[in-house]
């Protein structure tokens, strides 16, 4: 396999025929399913069940994953008639229109630091709103919001976990240079990954292919490791094969 060829790791937990696998294989590329999270139901779906059931007291929704589109939806019959809705990125705010939500803010920049700065005209102290998260969602969104005067409610959507890795099978693909590509759709998968294969053996792959992340967040936690990526463009899971497949074409 050349390395212009070389295939492309999908990080996030989704099945052969997942949205991003397909845009993938879409261009030609093989993909490595190196599901390195798994995605399940909350551990206590109480707080989340009352605070849908209170949804007329809350002023927006603001929405960090698709995973909280679709739990959120499953369980509400039609969108909150008071609620204003805000999505992290497209990607996101494309799921909750196909569920007949409408989207009122979708930040330029898809990250949480993102959508904070474009709720800041708009948020008012005492503003109430739902956060429905990831188990491992990071203190961005909520702490910036409530830095605007916000009252955050944080309720666990569903639960992030890791998953087993055939490391072993990882690594020989990583030491034959089969690997051309990485992407990334949150930082829990890059701290998952670098978990299950090792420091040593992440900081190999990582060198010998290229990283690419959905959002800035992601992109920061691997700066955090000193890697630098490229942000797909744009923040779809289309623009993150896309993005790809031209990465992969310039590739010596």
Same mark, same amino acid.
């Given at each position: 396999?050349t ?15 997942g949205?991003l696998?397909?845009e993938?294989r ?6 490595l399913?190196?599901?390195?999270? &798994?995605v ?6 109480t ?9 007329a007291?809350f002023?927006?929704?603001v ?12 369980r509400l019959?039609?969108?909150p008639?008071?609620a ?12 909750l229109?196909e ?8 930040p ?5 630091l ?7 005209p ?6 109430r709103v ?13 702490a ?7 009252e955050?409610?944080q ?11 055939d ?5 020989s ?5 089969e ?7 949150s ?13 040593a053996v992440?900081? &190999?792959l990582l ?8 959002g ?7 700066a ?5 990526c490229?942000?797909a463009?744009?923040?779809?899971f ?5 993005t790809?497949y ?6 010596p």
């Open positions: 396999m390395r212009a060829a070389a295939a492309v790791v999908v990080t996030r937990d989704e099945p052969a025929d949205p696998s397909v993938l879409a261009l030609g590329l093989e993909v399913a190196w599901p390195v999270l &798994r399940r139901p909350p551990s206590d779906a707080a989340l069940e009352r605070a849908l059931t209170a949804m007291e002023e927006w929704i929405f960090a994953s698709q995973h909280a589109v679709s739990v959120v939806t499953a019959e039609a969108p008639e008071r204003r809705i805000a999505a992290v990125g497209a990607r996101t705010a494309q799921a229109s569920h007949g939500w409408r989207v009122d803010v979708v330029q920049e898809a990250s949480a993102g959508l904070v700065a474009a709720l800041t708009l948020i008012r102290r005492g503003t739902l956060f429905p998260a990831s188990s491992r969602a990071l203190p961005t969104l909520a910036g919001l409530s830095r605007l005067g916000a955050v409610c309720v666990e959507a569903y639960s992030t976990d890791g998953a087993a890795l490391a072993r099978s990882c690594c693909l990583i030491e034959r240079g690997v051309g590509a990485v992407t990334f759709t930082p829990s998968a890059v701290e998952e990954l670098e978990r299950a294969l090792g420091s992440f900081v &190999r060198e010998g292919s290229s990283p690419v992340t959905l800035s967040t992601t992109a920061h936690a691997l955090a490791r000193g890697f630098s490229v942000l463009e744009p923040a779809t289309k623009g993150l094969a896309d790809t031209r990465l992969l074409q310039l590739r």
